[in-house]
Nanobody
Framework: VQLQASGGGSVQAGGSLRLSCAAS????????MGWFRQAPGNEREFVAA???????YYTDSVKGRFTISRDNAKNTVYLQMNSLKPDDTGVYYC?????????????????WGQGTLVTVSS
C-alpha cells in the first residue's frame, strides 16, 4: 500500500484546511485509516481514525473541530480541520491498517504517507 497525503498549508488561527490521503496498491476498504501528527520536538501522536464501517475516533483535543471521512470508491481518506489553533501545527501523516490497544493507536505494519505540513499562526 502506498499513501499520498496532500492539503497542508499555512492558515491563521480559526481557519480551516482539508487534508486528503489517497491509497494505492490494494483496496483499502477493510482497514482502519487514520491521521497522526508530529509537532517539532514532540512524538508523533494520534489524531483521528475511521473504520470500514465509518466508525470514527478522535483524540480529545480535536473533537468537535476535526472530521475524518473516507471514500472507499476513491480509496481516499479525508481530514477536515476547522477552528484551527496554533497547537495544531505539525506534520500530518496518514496511515493505514491501524490497530487500537486500549486507548493507544498503533501502526503495526508501519504504513505511513509522506506527511504534509500544517502551520497555524496566532
Amino acid at each position: 500500500v502506498q499513501l499520498q497525503a496532500s492539503g497542508g498549508g499555512s492558515v491563521q488561527a480559526g481557519g480551516s484546511l482539508r487534508l486528503s490521503c489517497a491509497a494505492s496498491g490494494r483496496a483499502f476498504s477493510s482497514g482502519i485509516m487514520g491521521w497522526f501528527r508530529q509537532a517539532p520536538g514532540n512524538e508523533r501522536e494520534f489524531v483521528a481514525a475511521t473504520s470500514w464501517s465509518d466508525s470514527t475516533y478522535y483524540t480529545d483535543s480535536v473533537k468537535g473541530r476535526f472530521t475524518i471521512s473516507r471514500d472507499n470508491a476513491k480509496n481516499t481518506v479525508y481530514l477536515q480541520m476547522n477552528s484551527l489553533k496554533p497547537d495544531d501545527t505539525g506534520v500530518y501523516y496518514c496511515a493505514s491498517d491501524l490497530v487500537r490497544r486500549g486507548t493507544r493507536w498503533n501502526n503495526p505494519l508501519n504504513r505511513w504517507g509522506q506527511g504534509t505540513l500544517v502551520t497555524v499562526s496566532s
